[in-house]
């Protein structure tokens, strides 16, 4: 049992997790973020790899990104910064990013590193499902990885059940069809999707991305699922002036 699985045992519901972007707003803020966010009561992380080419985000984490890239950071960076985290956190671990520099790294090695340093899964939005699951699933359960697959309000019923029956951790719940940083759907498209949902009878728990940004958002997204995701207004939060403790402490206040 890995940390995600054992989050969602104990706890299950009004998991908060937040995403940021390796390597910004500086190099060498990964691992404070990450202890911050720890203790600002934060259940889950999930840790950008950035990408020239972030097509799924929207201008906030493409600007991150982009940042992120001029400072230097690489995933064989970030893997080097990482080394030591198990040491000063105990909460979940996600790596999210895109297949590409992934691949490029060497999908195995990438795999394996990450079981090394303490990574729980990893979230690949543009690595098709059936290549996922006819050639790599085996190599991420090999590693105790956990790769969580994304449902949107367009995703068919014949789709989630396949999906459901792939996953192992949690399904991100995308909760429209934009990029990151929009606003996400509104309340009655919201508990359509969910209704739609649970009327499928699915094993895997789901939390819930895009459109959260604040208390209001995140706590109608537990109504509907077992948590958020917040990435936009957290970058835009660790952007402003000021200490990066402060920034995260009061940023966290606020969401609980």
């Keep these: 049992m890995n940390k995600?699985?054992?989050?969602?045992?104990?706890?299950?519901?009004?998991i908060l997790s937040v995403y940021f972007t390796a390597g910004f707003p500086n190099i060498n803020a990964t691992e404070e973020i990450i202890v911050e966010l720890e203790k600002s009561g934060v259940d889950l992380i999930e840790i950008g790899m950035?990408?020239?080419?972030?097509?799924?985000?929207?201008p906030v984490i493409q600007a991150s990104s982009h940042t992120a890239l001029e400072n230097g950071m690489t995933i064989k960076l970030l893997f080097e910064?990482?080394?030591?985290?198990?040491?000063?956190?105990?909460?979940?671990?996600?790596?999210?990013?895109?297949?590409?520099?992934?691949?490029?790294?060497?999908?195995?090695?990438?795999?394996?590193?990450?079981?090394?340093?303490?990574?729980?899964?990893?979230?690949?939005p543009d690595l098709p499902?059936?290549?996922?699951?006819?050639?790599?699933?085996?190599?991420?359960?090999?590693?105790?990885?956990?790769?969580?697959?994304l449902i949107t309000p367009r995703t068919s019923a014949e789709r989630l059940k396949q999906i459901d029956k792939a996953s192992d951790g949690f399904m991100y719940m995308v909760s429209s069809s934009s990029t990151t940083g929009t606003k996400g759907a509104n309340t009655d498209t919201l508990k359509d999707f969910a209704q739609r949902i649970e009327a499928?009878?699915?094993?895997?728990?789901?939390?819930?991305?895009?459109?959260?940004?604040?208390?209001?958002?995140f706590a109608n997204a537990c109504k509907y699922s077992s948590g958020g995701i917040i990435g936009t207004a957290f970058i835009k939060a660790i952007s402003e002036k000021g200490s990066l403790k402060e920034n995260i402490e009061g940023f966290v206040k606020g969401i609980r």
């Design 50 to 58: 950035p990408f020239s080419d972030p097509v799924a985000d929207g």
């Design 129 to 149: 499902f059936n290549l996922y699951e006819k050639k790599y699933k085996k190599l991420f359960s090999k590693h105790n990885l956990s790769n969580i697959q």
């Design 4 to 14: 995600i699985h054992k989050l969602f045992q104990d706890k299950g519901k009004n």
């Design 81 to 124: 910064q990482l080394k030591d985290i198990r040491k000063k956190v105990k909460i979940p671990l996600i790596l999210m990013g895109y297949v590409n520099p992934v691949i490029q790294y060497g999908l195995e090695d990438f795999c394996r590193k990450a079981e090394e340093i303490g990574i729980d899964g990893t979230i690949i």
């Design 200 to 217: 499928a009878d699915l094993k895997t728990p789901r939390i819930i991305g895009f459109g959260i940004s604040d208390k209001e958002t």
